[in-house]
């Protein structure tokens, strides 16, 4: 709904409101958190308790950890920056944002940056999972804005007709948006990020092994947690690792995408 609450006189008449569905955020980032507090209680289980199942069950007991974990952190962390009544403000001359109460705004000129896909059409019925997924979660659009005083946002697709945004950021700005050759962080990243999980997988896969050839009465209960400990902190920047290298190549197909229909 196009209100005409005032914000900036330099930004012109304004064209459309874009609230952004923070209760989204919260309820995607709890249940993945749920599921990841899960994957961990069931590791410290078996780990404390080998006896009670077979140990290859260990590893499955992994996988709610990998898979919820960075959800979590990123959905949560985004709730908690999207504060109060979140919401985006289009203009003939520029856009707002508001949080909260607090209102900043810029004007066309003041863009310095600009990354973003206008929603494509092939998401919209796709039946691949990992499409899906991120259409759940609102990572399958995403719009970087950075300005000239230092200040950025990013609006995603929780944010209501975000596209629109992009869209009109994409014509009025095209000059911002970065050329595919300067783009080397999210190769930087791909090298960095495998390198480091399998740095901490090793001692996961050593921890278990472990447990596996030797039994309860061998090992220490003050041994066994403090490996239940470490496998845990290990499994942690696995996750953080994992989510990482999809959030990139998600990131690099995006830009593509625009690099295709935008320049």
Sequence with gaps: MVTAEPVDDRLGRLLSTHPVA????????????????????????LITYPGIVVGRFLALAVIPTIAGLPIAVVQLTRARRSGRDEVYLLYENGLAHRVSGRV???TWGEVAFLRANPDAPEYEHTQ????????????????VVRFTDESGIRIDGYTADGPAIARTLLARRPDAVPPESARKGPWIMLGVLPLAGVALA???VLIYQHLNSTSSDDTGDGTIVTMALVMIICIVGVALCFGGIVATLLSMSRARRDSAGFR
């Design 202 to 204: 090793i001692p996961i």
């Design 22 to 45: 923070r209760g989204r955020y919260v309820s995607t980032g709890i249940k993945a958190l749920a599921f990841a507090v899960g994957g961990v209680l069931l590791m410290v289980l």
């Design 128 to 143: 691949i999972p990992y499409v899906r997924m991120a259409r759940r979660l609102g990572w399958h659009f995403r719009c």
């Design 104 to 106: 900043r705004s810029w």
